[in-house]
Nanobody
């Protein structure tokens, strides 16, 4: 079945932007709900953004309070990709970022992509 593969991280100055991308095979990608998680040093992994299908055929998004208004999650179910646009980054956003289903499946965690916000 495989694992998700994340990319797009890097070093960015405070106030900068990054766009993360996640790919996975069709067998692990969830057409219902996908999310971006992050884990900062010494902290637990947390869900920062998710996107899910609704009964109306649209998509709904949810964000952690700490990133609301700055991050935007999107996905393409045809290509099994989930992206995270991150703007106005600050040092507290420094973490390894992962994508996974929501709720996450342990076998699907990838290596993540490191985001470091520093001047």
């Amino acid at each position: 079945q495989g694992q998700f593969v994340e990319s797009g991280g890097g070093l960015v100055q405070p106030g900068g932007s990054l766009r993360l991308s996640c790919t996975g095979s069709g067998s692990i990608f969830s057409s219902y709900e996908m999310g971006w998680f992050r884990q900062a040093p010494g902290k637990q992994r947390e869900l920062v953004a998710s996107v899910r299908s609704t009964i109306h055929g649209t998509e709904a998004t949810n964000y952690a309070d700490s990133v609301k208004g700055r991050f935007t999650i999107s996905r393409d179910v045809a290509t099994f990709t989930t992206d995270l646009q991150m703007n106005s980054l600050n040092p507290e956003d420094t973490a390894v970022y992962y994508c996974n289903r929501v709720p996450p499946q342990n076998n699907y965690w990838g290596q993540g992509t490191q985001v470091t916000v520093s001047s």
